[in-house]
């Protein structure tokens, strides 16, 4: 009987020694051990659960992949010009410093330079294909270069440019260029997830991330006619006139233009849509220019103070802050002081969508103008003339 019980003890405390190494070691193998707190465990890493149930990888390649093919690096190279009769611009030395060439009897007076943008693979066809770029990218280029994924260097020749919404349109003669699908801007929502694809500072083709943060920005000061889409996926230099692009890897928008205090990114970003992009793009080449209505006014917005000294009963609509003499404004009984409130019949809010209303006005129609004069509402009809082509301020 005391044998049994020896036996009975150590069989006791080797089992107890087992279970406390056991627990020591893996303590997730404790059919005892409680959660401080119920967790639900994800088994599968780096995939998400879609909205069916099913697991998907949490990863944009396909995106990325379909995408990228369409993108390209722009490189251009212009003439600087040195100041007229710079004390040092007949010295050899500092000539050879800053690439100005020395011809002898001529020596001339400009330094070549050279930038680096992206641009979006819009169009292909058998001989070669259309890229849409931002106009500062192209602007007095002298010579332009894309160079594609596959290792081609090709150069391009300007179709045209509109410098008012900072867009541009190459030609390039190559085969097997691969064209973005175009996706639509318009139905676009804040939150969605957005690719910038382009090659910022030089380093190569880069995809980041990010979220459309707005829409429909304006008043950035940058173009004449803004309609931007913002995102804090990374956009830097070099990443202008690259593509902006949703899940599926179709074009929302062209990537122009960013808000930094320091030359990099700050995660405001902006882009020009695509359903903009396209009718810019095709225009500039069916006529090599954009056309744009035109009648002569500065605008200005109706503010609560303005509302009040006009005797308003609405603070909306553009007021008519100058008149151009002789200009499609005069010529149809415009006046300095008059609310435009709507044009074609339809409302209009402010002075941006006063001049976007009528910039996309055909010239040599008639359009009828709502306007307030003296606390009464009148109609004018006005001839649209044609915008003068701008001059770059870039």
Do not use: C
Request: charged share 20%; hydrophobic share 40%.
């Amino acid at each position: 009987m005391r044998r049994l019980w020896l036996v009975f003890a150590e069989f006791v405390t080797v089992t107890l020694a087992v279970i406390f190494v056991v627990t020591l070691i893996r303590p997730d193998w404790n059919p005892w051990r409680k959660n401080i707190v119920e967790i639900r465990q994800d088994g599968t890493p780096g995939s998400v659960i879609g909205v069916s149930g099913s697991v998907s990888r949490a990863s944009y390649a396909e995106a990325a992949s379909r995408a990228k093919v369409s993108v390209v690096n722009v490189s251009t190279s212009r003439a600087r010009a040195l100041p007229k009769g710079h004390p040092l611009a007949g010295d050899p030395l500092f000539r050879r410093f800053f690439g100005v060439p020395d011809d002898g009897d001529n020596p001339g007076e400009e330094a070549e330079t050279s930038s680096l943008g992206s641009g979006v693979i819009v169009n292909a066809d058998e001989t070669g294909g259309y890229v849409l770029t931002n106009d500062h990218v192209v602007a007095n280029a002298k010579e332009i270069r894309l160079s594609f994924g596959d290792g081609r260097v090709l150069p391009a020749k300007l179709v045209g440019t509109d410098p008012d919404t900072d867009l541009a349109v190459l030609r390039v003669n190559g085969k097997g260029l691969k064209p973005v699908t175009f996706g639509q801007s318009d139905k676009a929502q804040v939150g969605d997830v957005v690719l910038a694809i382009g090659d910022p500072f030089g380093f190569g083709q880069t995809v980041t991330m990010g979220i459309i943060s707005a829409l429909g920005r304006n008043r950035l000061g940058v173009n004449r006619y803004e309609n931007f889409i913002q995102t804090d996926a990374a956009i830097n230099p070099g990443n202008s006139g690259g593509a902006l692009v949703d899940i599926n890897g179709n074009l929302l928008g062209i990537n122009s233009v960013i808000y930094s205090r320091t030359g990099g990114s700050l995660g405001i970003g902006f882009a020009i849509p695509v359903s903009m992009a396209r009718d810019v793009m095709e225009q500039i080449i069916k006529d090599g220019s954009v056309t744009r209505g035109f009648i002569g006014i500065s605008p200005q917005d109706v503010t609560a103070e303005l509302a009040d000294s006009l005797k308003l009963s609405v603070a909306r609509g553009s007021v008519v802050s100058s008149v151009n003499r002789g200009s499609p404004a005069d010529k149809g009984g415009l006046k300095t002081g008059d609310v435009i409130v709507s044009i074609d019949g339809k409302p209009i809010q402010d002075s941006v969508a006063a001049m976007a209303a009528i910039a996309a006005l055909k010239p040599g129609t008639s359009v009828a103008f709502g306007v307030i004069r003296n606390q009464k509402e009148t109609t004018l009809n006005i001839e649209i003339g044609k915008r003068p082509r701008p001059q770059r301020t870039r």
